[in-house]
């Protein structure tokens, strides 16, 4: 049975930062790990993607300021998030691609106040 179990979020002002954990347990053979998000009232979208082979890409409001990464001997995905906007407020998931559905975690509240 795969997990993915995410951490890191909170409560912190505009231009801080913060970095997010997602730590999956279980067999999967897929590499590709994204974050996604959701905002009250809003769609989830796709905040950064990293590949098996260490590509990465990013939704275009966040270039620059958050960056994707992995250690594979961990099992864990990171999204280190900073100079944080209030626009950046959202309940925050980890992502695996598999079949019809995927593997989605249960999220991490992240709240940036202005």
């Known amino acids: 049975q795969v997990q993915l179990v995410e951490s890191g979020g909170g409560l912190v002002q505009a231009g801080g930062s913060l970095r997010l954990s997602c730590v999956v347990s279980?067999?999967?053979?897929?590499?590709?790990r994204s974050w996604y998000r959701q905002a009250p009232g809003k769609q989830r979208e796709l905040v950064a993607r990293i590949a098996s082979g260490g590509s990465t890409n990013y939704a275009d409001s966040v270039k620059g300021r958050f960056t994707i990464s992995r250690d594979n001997a961990k099992n864990t995905v990171y999204l280190q998030m900073n100079s944080l906007k209030p626009e950046d407020t959202a309940i925050y998931y980890c992502?695996?691609?598999?079949?019809?559905?995927?593997?989605w975690g249960q999220g991490t509240q992240v709240t940036v106040s202005s």
């Open positions: 992502y695996i691609p598999n079949g019809v559905t995927g593997y």
């Open positions: 279980g067999r999967i053979d897929t590499f590709t």
